[in-house]
């Protein structure tokens, strides 16, 4: 008489190492965008403070004359292809907004965009210092924003406190 005692074999089968895998894509396939967007969010948000060597020379032409600078010569800042950095290429003044425009080593998302800084003030009260509005953000409700709008970047890129409320989501 023959008997056959089944085998335990310990381990996983090519099937089950298959199905993992193909999860495992999956779940990697969802992160790449969303990992994607927070590498250009990241880059924006660190170029920001580029935009103080043009914020502080406005403000203090606010607040001494109450006039908002037309031009980069006008607070004495070079032209706009000199204020830069690694993924600036240029700072412009236009109407007292501020227009970062994105190049050199910036992510190929934002490379050639622009986003503008706009002040905001008071128009009844020109003591009141100016308050920045970032990219496609409204005022608070007594103030006025002055410049235009040049903000070409896709809002999923813009840092939450450059989106317009109904895209901070």
């Known amino acids: 008489m023959i008997t056959y005692s089944a085998k335990k074999y310990m ?9 993992a895998l193909a999860i ?28 103080n060597v043009a914020k502080t020379p406005i403000n203090g032409l606010w607040a001494t004359a109450q006039e908002l600078a037309p031009d980069n010569a006008a607070v004495g800042l070079p032209v706009p292809e000199k204020i830069v950095n690694d993924r600036i290429q240029s700072v412009s003044i236009e109407n007292g907004a501020i227009h970062i425009t994105f190049g ?11 986003l503008s800084l706009r002040p905001a ?20 409700d007594p103030m006025t924003i002055k410049g235009n ?17 109904a895209d901070n989501k």
């Open 149 to 165: 709008n040049k903000t070409d970047i896709p809002p999923r890129y813009l840092p939450f406190a450059c989106r317009a409320p």
């Open 11 to 19: 381990g996983f089968t090519l099937i089950e190492i298959l199905v």
């Open 121 to 140: 003030i008071v128009e009844d009260a020109k003591i009141v210092p100016i308050t920045w509005v970032c990219g496609n953000t409204k005022a608070p």
């Open 24 to 51: 495992l894509a999956i779940l990697l396939l969802m992160a790449i965008p969303s990992a994607s967007d927070s590498v250009v969010r990241k880059q924006i948000e660190e170029a920001l403070p580029l935009a």
């Open 104 to 114: 050199y080593r910036a992510h190929s998302a934002i490379k050639d965009k622009t």
